[in-house]
């Protein structure tokens, strides 16, 4: 078993940062895949980045790319999310979930996932 708590939420004005924090107890870190998605109001819960086993390899949704940075800190069990350069589209309530792997990939489908945080809020102003 697998447990997630999100931090780092938080309301911002556009163009603004957040970093959002996933901390994961309970199993050895480094052996999961991990990801974030993100749910806004009325609609359905996207892909955001996700990040291997390993934290070698990445992968980002088009909407986020070269502004989100996802990384990880297998000492503090801890997966990171950067959010550069904010827009209203942003807002949303942002999940962190792992899944054990055994190869080193990225996972990007949310089905795939066994575990689930909380979730924290992410509100940009316009």
């Known amino acids: 078993q697998v447990q997630l708590v999100e931090s780092g939420g938080g309301l911002v004005q556009a163009g603004g940062s957040l970093r959002l924090s996933c901390a994961a107890s309970g199993r050895t870190f480094n052996r999961y895949a991990m990801g974030w998605f993100r749910q806004a109001p009325g609609k359905e819960r996207d892909f955001v980045a996700a990040?291997?086993?390993?934290?070698?390899?990445?992968y980002y949704a088009d909407s986020v790319k070269g502004r989100f940075t996802i990384s990880g800190d297998d000492a503090k069990n801890t997966v990171y999310l950067q959010m550069n350069s904010l827009k209203a589209e942003d807002t949303a309530v942002y999940y962190c979930?792992?899944?054990?792997?055994?190869?080193?990939?990225?996972?990007?489908?949310?089905?795939?996932?066994?575990?689930w945080g909380q979730g924290t809020q992410v509100t940009v102003s316009s």
């Open positions: 979930a792992a899944v054990s792997s055994f190869v080193d990939i990225v996972i990007i489908t949310s089905n795939t996932y066994d575990y």
């Open positions: 990040i291997s086993r390993s934290g070698r390899n990445t």
